[in-house]
């Protein structure tokens, strides 16, 4: 062979191991390139102004919780595998769950003027809300809030991700101030800790 030939291989091999490796959800990554809202100034808007959450959930045809839950989930954890989806959706149910509020008011506060909107984290939310949900994290979503399946978190109420963090060190100190807080981490078989790794009371 070439030396072309053997450059030509070597990509497609390349290509196909990155393919497999990012396979947890390529699909929901690709399919919200299409997404009916658009982020300005870390909220959502849909038609260049701040989206009604009730008027998205009524489009997608479904309430206003599931529909939150799902934003959420697709935000959160929208390239992970169903696993990783169903774990945060079940931590933000435990989360509301002993604050006294429903998922939605949970995921609907922040700060100032985008209090009532979803957007991104750094608002002041719980969470980032800031994709639209694909059918994977509708799943996680309806399966979550119907208890039809087990937690796989046993109770956890945060998360983080620690290949998120452009500091590899804060990692390090976010683990040690969840434990000072007396929690336990919690890490799915399914799912590298690196990628996701779960927190609740021990």
């Known amino acids: 062979m070439t030396r072309t030939q053997w450059l030509l291989v070597a990509l497609a091999v390349s290509m196909a191991i990155a393919s497999w490796y990012f396979k947890d959800d390529i699909s929901d990554t690709i399919a919200n390139v299409f997404s009916k809202t658009k982020i300005i100034n870390g909220t959502v808007c849909l038609d260049g102004v701040p989206a009604d959450p009730a008027t998205l959930a009524a489009m997608d045809g479904v309430d206003i919780d599931t529909y939150a839950l799902a934003r959420m989930v ?108 007396g929690k336990v981490k919690v890490v799915l078989s399914d799912v590298p800790e690196r990628k996701l790794r779960f927190w609740r009371k021990a």
């Open 74 to 181: 697709q935000s959160e954890a929208g390239v992970l595998n169903d696993s990783g989806k169903l774990g945060v959706a079940f931590a933000a149910l435990t989360y509301a769950r002993n604050a006294g509020k429903s998922i939605s008011e949970l995921l609907l506060r922040a700060k100032g003027d985008a209090n009532g909107y979803f957007g991104q984290q750094d608002q002041g939310r719980y969470a980032s809300t800031s994709r639209d949900p694909s059918q994977s994290a509708y799943d996680a979503a309806i399966a979550a809030i119907g208890g039809r399946v087990p937690d796989p978190t046993m109770g956890a109420d945060q998360w983080d991700s620690p290949w998120a963090y452009s500091d590899p060190s804060r990692a390090d100190t976010v683990a040690t101030s969840r434990m000072a807080a």
